[in-house]
């Protein structure tokens, strides 16, 4: 009885004609369901529809359609366009990878490794980090992954994002796959807290194809790969704000993997802290 005396009352105020109260409350079922199929039915009251928005990631939202943030974007996948595959230099070229090979042939064979500095400003930086933590937050950290490769991280996995920019950030990535990569839909959102850990893994075949690009925010790392067939390492210093691509040799026959605490770069400890990556993978050959 009070559900429905509060609900006479509301529909006192919103409808132009107001509800016949000659039938009495006692007169009614106690269902709230038949209470409320009654009560609508004898007010007349119209209700406007909620205003919708198909927002073009092209085009900027302007102030009559509301805050910026608020409004979800349609769906974008990011496009291997290999504005970029010029920069990705040869390992022995780069001053962000240091090999140990045990064999002139294991050194002759290797390639598909890159470091690219500087490829987002730190104010871009801030604007992804800013879309990503309110959804990071709803998570906890978890101690180890399902398959035990991974500890003290929370992650997930995105297609939508409500800051435009964020996704014109991502398309960057597309940059560094060849044009013939079909790039998966969606973003894989690692977050890692300080002392986080990964373990030497290859990506699974039938969960990610020949290029892995990813966006390293936050903190520095040093990503090593370890050749499957000999004691070979190769160590990538991965700088805040910069991306890191593995592809062909380097992604399907070298297990990589980040050390927890600290690592050694060119004679230099190199802190891992808390830090977000922004990983992008190639649609898997072998479905």
């Given at each position: 009885e009070t559900m429905f005396r509060q609900a006479l009352s509301?529909?006192?105020?919103?409808?132009?004609g107001k509800p016949s109260c000659s039938r009495s409350l006692a007169a009614?079922?106690?269902?709230?369901?038949?209470?409320?199929?009654?009560?609508f039915a004898r007010c007349s009251v119209s209700v406007s529809p909620v205003r919708s928005y198909t927002?073009?990631?092209?085009?900027?939202?302007?102030?009559a359609e509301g805050p910026k943030r608020k409004l979800p974007l349609q769906p974008r996948v990011i496009v291997a366009t290999g504005a970029r595959l010029r920069d990705l230099c040869p390992a022995e070229q780069s001053p962000f990878i240091e090999a140990e090979f045990t064999s002139p042939?294991?050194?002759s064979l290797f390639e598909g490794a890159h470091v690219i500095p500087d490829v987002i400003t730190e104010a871009e930086e801030e604007i992804l980090v800013s879309e990503l933590r309110p959804r990071l937050e709803k998570r906890s950290y978890l101690t180890e992954h399902w398959d035990h490769v991974i500890s003290k991280y929370r992650e997930l996995?995105?297609?939508k994002w409500s800051d435009e920019r964020c996704m014109d950030l991502l398309d960057r990535l597309?940059?560094?796959?060849?044009?013939?990569?079909?790039?998966q839909p969606l973003v894989h959102i690692l977050d890692y807290a300080d002392g986080y850990t990964l373990g030497a893994h290859v990506d699974h075949v039938s969960y990610c194809g020949?290029?892995?690009?990813?966006?390293?925010?936050l903190s520095d790392c040093v990503i090593v790969l370890r050749h499957q067939e000999s004691d070979s390492v190769v160590r990538m210093l991965v700088p805040r704000r910069s991306v890191y691509v593995m592809r062909d040799e380097a992604r399907y026959h070298w297990a990589h993997e980040i050390r927890s605490g600290e690592d050694q770069f060119?004679?230099?400890?190199?802190?891992?802290?808390?830090?977000?990556?922004?990983?992008?993978?190639?649609e898997p050959l072998i479905k």
């Open positions: 509301l529909a006192s105020r919103l409808g132009p009614c079922s106690p269902s709230p369901s038949r209470c409320f199929r009654w009560l927002v073009s990631p092209s085009t900027p939202l302007t102030q042939d294991v050194a996995q995105t297609l597309g940059a560094f796959y060849r044009t013939e990569a079909s790039i020949d290029h892995i690009v990813g966006l390293s925010l060119a004679g230099r400890s190199i802190q891992h802290t808390h830090r977000i990556a922004l990983i992008t993978r190639s």
